[in-house]
């Protein structure tokens, strides 16, 4: 079954501390993995999209990594903001062209307090 | 670029009612999405058109659930009858194949239902 599990749940920084966001996945046909920003009362947002030959991908203070081996990828966030609050979804790409499933975690939700 | 419009964005029906939602999807993306997002939870894919074609409709509740894109441009969404169940944010989303070969999606800002 593909699942897409992301942890933790929740969690609660100090604005200008640094986090890391967990995402495993056991998903078939792998094509690629992405990580959404969703504001509270808004759709998710792209923040990056990765193939299995691609190990890491920055988007300004966001990096995320992709380890195709062990089926893991992590979202990492330097000096956190308080815009930085928000959920992040890990979302992974199953199919081997043509139509794509998109399967999506449950979120990590991110505080940053000042 | 204007993006994803959604309306309404708040909806407050009672169990039984029928409630429809519709979506403007980015102009030239040919594909678009209806998400059911339950609180604490990510989207679900409820439905997955291609022009005025359905690629995907496997998780719609067909049975109360419909969906269209007449032209391949605007969709709604209708739900008839509502359950307490169906409470959540209702996302539509367009994407089209970009330059680097992904099918980058757009989101809007969702619909949220309260079914009482």
């Known amino acids: 079954k593909n699942q897409v599990e992301q942890s933790p749940q929740s969690l609660i920084i100090l604005e200008g501390k640094n986090c890391t966001l967990q995402c495993n996945y056991t998903v078939s046909p792998f094509s690629n993995l992405r990580w959404y920003k969703q504001d509270t009362g808004r759709g998710p947002v792209s923040l990056t999209i990765m193939t299995f030959s691609e190990n890491t991908k920055s988007n300004g203070r966001y990096t995320a990594t992709l380890d195709a081996d062990t089926k893991q990828s992590s979202l990492h966030i330097t000096a956190s903001q308080l815009s930085d609050s928000a959920s992040y979804i890990c979302?992974?790409?199953?199919?081997?062209?043509?139509?794509?499933?998109?399967?999506f975690g449950a979120g990590t939700r991110l505080a940053v307090h000042p | 670029e204007a993006g994803v419009a959604q309306s309404p964005r708040y909806k407050i029906i009672e169990k039984r009612q029928s409630v429809a939602f519709w979506c403007n999807p980015i102009?030239?993306?040919?594909?678009l999405y209806w998400y059911q997002q339950i609180l604490g939870q990510g989207p679900k894919l409820l439905i997955q058109f291609q022009n005025n074609g359905v690629v995907d409709d496997s998780q719609l509740p067909k049975d109360r659930f419909s969906a269209e894109r007449l032209k391949g441009v605007d969709s709604t969404l209708k739900i008839q009858p509502a359950k307490l169940e169906d409470s959540a944010v209702y996302l539509c989303a367009s994407s089209a194949r970009g330059t680097s070969g992904f099918d980058t999606q757009y989101f809007g800002p969702g619909t949220r239902l309260t079914v009482l």
């Open positions: 102009s030239g993306h040919a594909t």
């Open positions: 979302v992974v790409s199953a199919g081997s062209g043509g139509y794509n499933k998109l399967i």
